[in-house]
């Protein structure tokens, strides 16, 4: 099993920065894919931003992109995503999340292991 600990959401107005963690342990040699999704109020779960837990590919929604930085620290076991220019409709619980899966996949059935998501409020 492998065990998963968002931290780092908030209250923030827009336009400011964030940076979320997420900490894994157990059996990390299973992560092979990381990712950040999120679940607004009302809607579905969305993928955010991921990356191979070894390699330089990433994948980021359309949404997100050029605003937020999906990045690990292989010796910490630990995942970061740092948000930017933040928006009121980045405002959702954002969930950590780990795949055995070697092809990136944005898809968040094909996770294996989940966070128990961090609240990130954007007001503006």
């Known amino acids: 099993q492998v065990q998963l600990v968002e931290s780092g959401g908030g209250l923030v107005q827009a336009g400011d920065s964030l940076r979320l963690s997420c900490a894994a342990s157990?059996?990390?040699?299973?992560?092979?894919?990381m990712a950040w999704f999120r679940q607004a109020p009302g809607k579905e779960r969305e993928f955010v931003a991921g990356?191979?837990?070894?390699?330089?590919?990433?994948s980021y929604a359309d949404s997100v992109k050029g605003r937020f930085t999906i990045s690990r620290d292989n010796a910490k076991n630990t995942v970061y995503l740092q948000m930017s220019s933040l928006k009121p409709e980045d405002t959702a619980v954002y969930y950590c999340?780990?795949?055995?899966?070697?092809?990136?996949?944005?898809?968040?059935?094909?996770?294996?292991?989940w966070g128990q998501g961090t609240q990130v409020i954007v007001s503006s």
């Open positions: 157990g059996r990390t040699f299973n992560m092979l894919l």
């Open positions: 999340a780990a795949s055995s899966r070697v092809i990136m996949s944005r898809l968040d059935a094909e996770y294996n292991y």
């Open positions: 990356m191979k837990w070894r390699g330089d590919m990433t």
